[in-house]
Nanobody, 122 residues
Framework: QVQLVESGGGLVQPGGSLRLSCAASGSIFSITAMGWYRQSPGKKRELVAT???????NYGDSVKGRFTISGDKAKNTAYLQMNSLKPEDTAVYYC????????????????WGQGTLVTVSP
């Protein structure tokens, strides 16, 4: 079993910054990708950013140029640096990871964290 624990959410004023962390632990052989998604009330969960094991990144259109995803492979941790935050960035942010738990696994499994709330408000 794999656990993902997010941290770093909170209340910030428009234009401010926050840094989210997501630490994966448990039965991990390798992680092929980690990502951040968000969901606000009444809306579908949407992509924020992903990073692969070879450090390839992908961003949702609404956060390009403002958010940066990075990873620390040694710590099985992904980070999301969020700058120039806007009220519309308010959401619960979820971390995900594609994990092989052992060498013999055919497919990586997708794990999710519990989410951390980010509120952007004056």
């Amino acid at each position: 079993q794999v656990q993902l624990v997010e941290s770093g959410g909170g209340l910030v004023q428009p234009g401010g910054s926050l840094r989210l962390s997501c630490a994966a632990s448990g039965s991990i052989f390798s992680i092929t990708a980690m990502g951040w998604y968000r969901q606000s009330p009444g809306k579908k969960r949407e992509l924020v950013a992903t990073i692969t094991s070879d450090d390839s990144t992908n961003y949702g259109d609404s956060v390009k140029g403002r958010f940066t995803i990075s990873g620390d492979k040694a710590k099985n941790t992904a980070y999301l640096q969020m700058n120039s935050l806007k009220p519309e960035d308010t959401a619960v942010y979820y971390c995900s990871a594609m994990v092989y738990s052992s060498y013999g696994d055919r497919d990586a499994l997708d794990y999710w964290g519990q989410g951390t709330l980010v509120t952007v408000s004056p």
